[in-house]
């Protein structure tokens, strides 16, 4: 008998539980930033959307339009501005639409 | 206002009875055909790895078949390079009727490559796509998500994130 085999019967299934149970890995993965809308500033936008590689980012006058299908998780807009972006720990995003993977973000100073 | 109200709402049930009848035909054995359209393969391997025991996507009734004819949904990947278009038109063509097409990746969702001579940029102009999976690449687990959103046995929850963080970042 392999002894994989045997380290299989010991320690139990290795295949995941999803759908059913979240899997534990899916924390572990590159997923797409969220953005702090009042720390987000419209210069500070300007400079994520020229770091952006993908063209996932765009500026609409006082809004940040974040196309999440064109972004590739790649980090560049977080590491521009720490402070204003973060990670949305998401991965579950398939979309009946691609419009609603069009997401628009006030930015700061906007008048509400 | 009251007519176009009415309207809506038969939209809705007419969405509603396309999503039980694709989950009657399709939710407990589907046939998926994988179709490069000018990938990098990283989509390729990410796919290749549902089948392996930690996914183990046969357990869910989904499976590979080489043959459009023998699929009932196409899993495009890749900006279209345009050489490439006519032959995605006739896999599409193969498949028999009803039939599924998933835009997998940055590439087919129309991130990385804007259109020129080259490629369309994206599948969703040549072909007509059903579910969007996003990701550079997607996932195995994204993948199997967006499996299962387009036979209906999961609901899409993206429509409803915003992607704005209120504390500190993560």
Redesign the interface.
Known sequence: MPLWTLRGLRRGV???R??ARP?P??RL?PS??????DVLTPGLADRLVAVCP???LARDADVLV?????????GRC?AEA?????????????????A??I?R?PLAGRPA | MTGQGATELTVQENAEELRRTVTRLFGRSLHIRTLDTGSCAACEQEIRLLAAPHYDLHRLGFFFTPAPRHADLLMVTGPMVRAFENAARKTYDAIPDPKIVVATGACALGGVYQPDAFTRGGAGGTLPVDVWIPGCPPSPLALLQGLLVAVGRLAGKVKDLDFSLNGTPR
Not at chain 1, 66 to 74: E, L
Not at chain 1, 89 to 95: H, K, Q
């Open positions: 290795v295949t995941t999803y759908p899997d890995s899916a993965l797409p930033p969220a953005f702090r809308p993908s063209r996932a974040f196309d999440v299908g064109a972004c590739t998780a790649c977080r720490p402070q204003a972006v973060g990670d949305s720990g998401e991965f579950e995003l398939a979309a009946t639409a691609r609603h993977l997401k973000i």
